[in-house]
């Protein structure tokens, strides 16, 4: 079965500009998380989708925002990027939002802005 | 104060030690707590899950749980070279959403 896939894996941008990082999660799994991991500030939670809807939402910004499709395929956008956004963007998939549901990591997207 | 805290190493141990990872929290509420490895330039994966206290073994792993001390420790046995990554302790409550560990960077030398 193949896992949890991120593109692109590699990203760089500018200041001001917006990006969109895809993330496609095991089949048969319903819910998808996603995550910033910076070397100061760790794993940080951004949001959960499942059904195609927001389940949960962690202290982001409104420039961090994201949607998930009928075919459980999300997506997250950040707009107007600052220095701060470099970090490594994880996507995360399970079974479902029940708390004891294991989630699943893909390799990441590495965005850097200049 | 950070809901989970871990220390962040890093941690350098000679190849076959016994190496304890530990990671302490604030939120009484969180019942699912899982170690997860992460190696350079990779995403997290899973090491070991254990729900509310108790003790778990797999192979030279062995993780456990002290609710009353709001407190998980990751144990690994005769470690090896490729051992060597970044460990994440995680945990959650209901709300399924999962709070993270600084992580903790392991080097086992030859």
């Known amino acids: 079965k193949a896992g949890v896939t991120q593109t692109p894996r590699y990203l760089i941008k500018t200041r001001g500009q917006q990006v969109t990082l895809s993330c496609s999660p095991i089949s048969g799994h319903r819910s998808v998380s996603w995550y910033q991991q910076t070397p100061g500030q760790g794993l940080q939670f951004l949001f959960e989708y499942f059904s195609e809807t927001q389940r949960n939402k962690g202290n982001f910004p409104g420039r961090f925002s994201g949607r998930q499709f009928s075919n459980s395929r999300s997506e997250m956008n950040v707009s107007t990027l600052e220095l701060g956004d470099s970090a490594l963007y994880l996507c995360?998939?399970?079974?479902?939002?029940?708390?004891?549901?294991?989630?699943?990591f893909g390799a990441g997207t590495r965005l850097s802005v200049l | 104060q950070k809901e989970v805290e871990q220390d962040p190493g890093p941690l350098s141990v000679p190849e076959g030690a016994i190496v304890s990872l530990n990671c302490t929290y604030s939120?009484?509420?969180?019942?699912?707590f899982m170690w997860y490895r992460q190696y350079s330039r990779k995403g997290p994966e899973l090491l070991m899950y254990?729900?509310?206290?108790g003790n778990k073994e797999d192979g030279r792993f062995t993780a456990q749980v002290d609710k009353s001390s709001k407190y998980i420790s990751l144990f690994i046995r005769d470690s090896q070279p490729s051992d060597s990554a970044t460990y994440l302790c995680a945990m959650s409550s209901n709300t399924g959403k999962l709070i993270f560990g600084q992580g903790t960077t392991l080097q086992v030398k030859p």
């Open positions: 995360a998939s399970s079974t479902s939002i029940l708390a004891k549901n294991i989630q699943y």
């Open positions: 254990t729900y509310s206290s």
């Open positions: 939120n009484s509420a969180f019942q699912y």
